[in-house]
Each structure stands twice: as structure tokens, then as C-alpha cells.
């Protein structure tokens, strides 16, 4: 064997080294980099579906007008993209009725609330007193929704005034149901004035903190804010500790993507989530905060008595459904 054949020999196999080094290295390498691409991934995602998780309990803490939270559940949930479900109920007097579901979609960079508070209107035109008047369902069920009403904003639909409800005598009339309604009150209350106006068997169950002077209502769906009044030993309340965690929620609620924007008849923007900051640094404790209304819930009977109350601008009537026999008010 010649010098040049023995060359080509050490050539060859210093080549099959190399080739079989870099088949390992790839061998070895390729598991390890999707191993910790997978790892990289699931951590961008769960970061991802926690803020929407957040984001989600925030709203049903300050943007969910007497609605309850049953489970927030994880859909199409894998290590790139997936689905959160609210589902959600109203608690009328003891009585459980379905709502609409809020849900929210995530992916590795981003997260964002899809369905949320979808309302359908209608509108009543009354042609002797040339007055119109409006009604909002939510989209799921197609139940009533309960209005509020801004005192300060002139509502018309073109050149025609849009009405007020005034429907707590007509709740009164109804026999054998359990109602809620939403009032609007003349001027806004504090917590105590509430409680001291309220007549018995009926329960305010959540608090309406209000909108800029200048926002017409009906642009904002049913994305009004305010506080729901949680049970003690059957009737419902609001804690200093409530408040505190209410208030806590509405300095935070830009920083958990609180971001609908609705445009106003002066053609600015109005943010419910600056509305939530500046509302909370105004009124700092329950006992200076003042709403601007509630919903009430009860028997139907029992609203008779609210019929010529002179504090109220407004009432909307929401859900109502027939008592049973197997199920008991609690007011």
C-alpha cells in the first residue's frame, strides 16, 4: 500500500468520524431543542391564559350587573393556543335563571376577551306622543336586560326623545313572580341613604357607580360597572372589605386589559376603565361613595311599594320568572 492509498484510507475514516459525530449531535440535539421549545412554549401560553383568566374574574367583579360566575373553563387548551368559558347565571330572590357565557382566546403572545355582555335592542315607537322607547336582551338567553338611565345626557333617536321607563307599577301588578329591577336614581346615594330607603322584602343586590355626564347609555351595551352585594345570614350587604376589593379592582382594571372604548356624541372616546380609576381615587371608603342606582330583586308584589317613590328617575324591569312551590324566596 502506497502513500497516496494510505492517505485516502485516513481520509475516509476521518470522514465517517465526522458524519457519524454530526448524526449523534443532531440525534442528541433535536429532542433536547423541541423539548425546551414545548417548554418555552407551554410557559408563554400559561402566562398567556392567566392574564385572561384574570382579566375575566375582573370583569365579573366590576362589570357584570347582578350576573354570577358557576366555573371558568379551559376549551382547545394546548401548548399553543386555547379557549377560556365563563359561564354565568343571574340569582333573582333565590330563583337561578342562565345568561349569556363571557369567553376569551389566548395564544402564545397575545390573549383577548371574544364574547362578552352581547346584547340585542329593539325599539318601541309610541306614535300619539311621537316618544320611543328601548329594549335590550341579552343575546344567549334573549331575557330582558335591566337599564340604567344618565340623568345629565339628552336621549334622542334622530329627532324624536327617547323615554325613560318607569316599570316598577307594572312589576307590582304581576302575581306570584320573583323580579329584579334596575333603578336610576334622581341624584346619586350613598350605601347608608340606600339602605335606609329601601322598604322591606325588597334587596339591592348590586350597585351602579355611574358613567361620565356626556355618555349616552345605550351605546355601552350592558357594560355598566358597579358591585355586587354579597349575603349575610339572608340578606345582602356590602362590607367595607367589599368595597376595598371592589376599589382595588377598579384602579387595576387598565392594567388588566379593560380595553372597550365606546365613541360619545362629542366624538371622544369614552374608557370605562379611566371611569373605574378616577371613580375609585374619588371615593376611597363605602361610606363616601356614592351610586348612581341598583338592582333590586324581590317578589313581584312587593315592588308596589317603590311605585311613587320620588328618588327614582327611572326603573327597567330585567329577568322575572314564576315561583314554584319547591323553591322559596328569600326575601
Do not use: C
Amino acid at each position: 500500500m502506497n502513500e497516496t492509498e494510505k492517505f485516502d484510507r485516513l481520509a475516509r475514516k476521518v470522514k465517517f468520524k465526522r458524519w457519524l459525530g454530526t448524526i449523534l449531535l443532531i440525534v442528541v440535539l433535536v429532542p433536547v431543542v423541541m423539548i425546551g421549545f414545548n417548554f418555552l412554549t407551554s410557559r408563554l401560553v400559561m402566562r398567556q391564559s392567566n392574564q385572561l383568566m384574570q382579566q375575566l374574574s375582573m370583569r365579573s367583579e366590576i362589570m357584570a350587573p347582578n350576573i354570577q360566575i358557576s366555573d371558568q373553563q379551559l376549551a382547545d387548551d394546548n401548548n399553543q393556543h386555547g379557549k377560556i368559558v365563563s359561564h354565568r347565571y343571574k340569582e333573582i330572590d333565590g330563583y337561578r335563571i342562565p345568561w349569556s357565557s363571557v369567553e376569551g382566546r389566548y395564544t402564545i403572545f397575545t390573549n383577548v376577551v371574544t364574547i362578552s355582555n352581547v346584547v340585542d335592542g329593539a325599539v318601541d315607537f309610541n306614535k300619539k306622543h311621537r316618544h320611543i322607547q328601548e329594549t335590550d336582551y341579552d343575546r344567549a338567553t334573549q331575557t330582558k336586560i335591566p337599564l340604567f338611565y344618565n340623568n345629565r345626557y339628552k336621549y334622542l333617536k334622530g329627532d324624536m326623545p327617547l323615554d325613560m321607563p318607569h316599570e316598577l307599577q307594572q312589576v307590582g301588578k304581576m302575581s306570584n313572580y320573583v323580579a329584579e329591577v334596575a333603578v336610576t336614581f334622581k341624584k346619586p346615594l350613598t350605601y347608608q341613604q340606600i339602605k335606609k330607603i329601601l322598604p322591606q322584602g325588597v334587596s339591592a343586590d348590586w350597585y351602579w357607580i355611574g358613567v361620565d355626564k356626556d355618555v349616552n347609555i345605550e351605546a355601552i351595551n350592558n357594560n355598566y360597572l358597579g358591585i355586587q352585594a354579597f349575603s349575610d345570614r339572608g340578606i345582602k350587604r356590602l362590607s367595607n372589605k367589599d368595597y376595598a376589593d371592589f376599589r382595588k379592582s377598579l384602579l387595576h382594571a387598565q392594567d388588566n386589559h379593560l380595553t372597550e372604548s365606546y365613541t360619545i356624541d362629542n366624538g371622544k372616546p369614552y374608557k370605562p376603565a379611566q371611569y373605574a380609576a378616577k371613580y375609585a381615587k374619588k371615593y376611597p371608603t363605602l361610606a363616601k361613595a356614592k351610586f348612581s342606582g341598583v338592582i333590586l330583586t324581590g317578589q313581584s308584589e312587593n315592588f308596589k311599594q317603590l311605585a311613587n317613590a320620588d328618588w327614582i328617575s327611572a326603573s327597567s324591569v330585567g329577568a322575572t320568572i314564576k315561583r314554584v312551590p319547591y323553591i322559596k324566596p328569600k326575601y
